[in-house]
């Protein structure tokens, strides 16, 4: 296959809007969801996603709940609903006994969240934890991020974006990675401030179309200072557990009680009256509403559903999104809606890659794989466990809750699709398929977690089971001299020849299938 040359196109054909609806919305199909593509309504897939609540997740959560929370010293780990008290004497009970509360948590918090993606009807819905959680960056220093995982994130996802700002901008792991839980009125930290607006609303200059676009600054330094004062009080000092608090003693002189004000713009002037606590909702309220906010987000969707460049392939997707999130005061649903149902995001293909995260999950749903890697003790000795994928995740450059710069992950194919991706994606491609099928021919194999047999289901010819491996993870035609190099290494040159779960070249075509350039694009 021609590997190279599918750094920058994608090679074989366009998939059907099904297709693409399912690894732009998700992970990709799993097996039990190909017979239901044939007569794919976008618009009720994707309506049905964002009202994730009516959708049956019973048994995900069944399972995620099930898994073993036993940490290396024996301790059982809090479950990702865990309160901040809860947390804290897990702490404290872990490093008592010589352990490392704050790994052990983070290897929970990946196994669940590779778990929720793989197994998951909520796909959406994790689509955009996975969004927010490289919107609002912190990384895993504390049990904190642990905490706003399900609290901050995972509450807010498909909700009100005014609400989720809120709830980050009260996140004690937000707080400390941002430095504004040492912030002092009278010599504030402007780091959070900043980050606020350039970041996670605003964005450094105007989107709004019109001739200050990508011109004009959406804030000042002065307007970064006083954002950083009306928020010095906002805290987690003197709480217990590490919880938000309003600390107006860290103010002075009484800052918070003294009128301010903010261009936020073209000499648009916003006030803030006296007041406490309140100037900084009302800071939030500002930012939430603001046009640049709704032009900054919704090009960040575009980006994350439809393209790398929005700005030169769908502005008209960027201007629908926008103007729903106006409309509707900041609804994620609505904005999501009205970007996914653009007529651009059907005509797409060919703009977006997979991300190892994306890679990592889409292979094991392509594989019907029913069970996740626990990170935390089971497997960890494994030949194939815990640490090995682990370090296969960080040779890829995304190892979950660990990216240290407050931009979060990029979202563009330059970032992840490279030689040194190539190589690295068909290594745990094949390390996965030896994982999850094992070597059924060796005395006393572990039996599969994935059923080899459905894929060599009678009559399961050379032909027959590269095509249906063809179908399972990519779904498109692809060229016809890759398709007959892949039948005839797997019938050693005999189209015809008979496969069964137990012949030698079976494991190698499905990680070749599953590695190729053809499956990275999404």
Known sequence: MQMIDALNTPPGAAPSLARLAYQRLGFGPRPEDLPGLSSFDLAAYVDAQLDAATLDDTACATYVAGLDRTDPQGLSVPPPHAALAELEAYRAASEAAGGWPNGNLQRHLWTVTYARALL?????????VDFWTNHFQTNFQSPLKYWED???????????????????????SMLYFLSNTYSDGANPNENYARELMELHTLGSYSRVPGPGFLQQPNYTEADVHTAAQILSGWTTLGSPNDAYRFNAGRAWPAHHWQEKQMELGAGVLFHFPYGGEEQGEQLLDI?????????????KLCRRFISDFPDAFCPDAVEAGAQAFL?????????????????????????KIKRPFEFFVATLRALGVTAMINFL???????LGARFFESQIEMLGQKLFEFSAPTGLPDVR?????????????????????RYFGDQTATGAAPANADLDAWVAAPASAQQVVDRLLDAFIGRAIDAADRSALIDYLGAGNPQASITSLSPRLRAIIGAVAASPYAQWR
């Open 120 to 128: 998951s009807r909520r796909q959406l819905s994790e689509i955009m």
């Open 150 to 172: 399900h609290h901050v994130i995972r509450q807010h996802a498909l909700g009100n974006f005014r609400d989720l700002l809120g709830a980050s901008a009260k996140s004690p």
């Open 287 to 299: 930012l939430a509403d603001h046009p640049s906010t709704a032009y900054f987000l919704s090009f």
């Open 327 to 351: 409309n509707s005061h900041g609804d994620i649903r609505a904005t999501v809606r009205a970007i996914l149902l653009h007529p651009k995001f059907a005509t797409s293909w060919g703009q």
């Open 377 to 383: 003790p089971d497997d960890w000795n494994d030949a």
């Open 414 to 434: 330059n970032a992840w699709w490279n030689t040194n991706q190539v190589f690295g994606r068909w290594s745990m491609a094949n390390a996965l398929i030896s």
